[in-house]
């Protein structure tokens, strides 16, 4: 069974960095598209980065140029460096595995998902 699991959220202050971890098993489940979602206040679940088999990455406009996605193979971990983070970027972020590699950064239930590590920018 596919099974992820995040680590790495905390409090942070504004314009201050984290690095999430994804630890999954029965990777190769999983490694079509990879990637990171977030659910802030008042909004639906939405796409933070993905990376793809071939290493491809995408990025919501939003975070463009100030996180990171990369992953691990040998180890099945999945990471996202998080850079200059604002307060409105607060809340849980959830690793995605299963995705199509047309569909990277959308939202699909049926992908796998993991439970969540909360993240908190002060400002």
């Known amino acids: 069974q596919v099974q992820l699991v995040e680590s790495g959220g905390g409090s942070v202050q504004a314009g201050g960095s984290l690095r999430l971890s994804c630890a999954a098993s029965?990777?190769?489940?999983?490694?079509?598209?990879m990637g990171w979602f977030r659910q802030v206040p008042g909004k639906k679940r939405e796409g933070v980065a993905s990376i793809d088999s071939a290493g491809i990455t995408k990025y919501g406009d939003s975070v463009q140029g100030r996180f990171a996605i990369s992953k691990d193979v040998a180890s099945d971990t999945l990471y996202l460096d998080m850079n200059s983070l604002k307060p409105e970027e607060s809340g849980m972020y959830y690793c995605?595995?299963?995705?199509?590699?047309?569909?990277?950064?959308?939202?699909?239930?049926?992908?796998?998902w993991g439970q969540g590590t909360q993240v908190t920018v002060a400002s």
């Open positions: 995605k595995g299963g995705g199509s590699l047309w569909s990277c950064l959308t939202y699909v239930s049926t992908n796998h």
């Open positions: 029965g990777y190769t489940r999983t490694s079509g598209c």
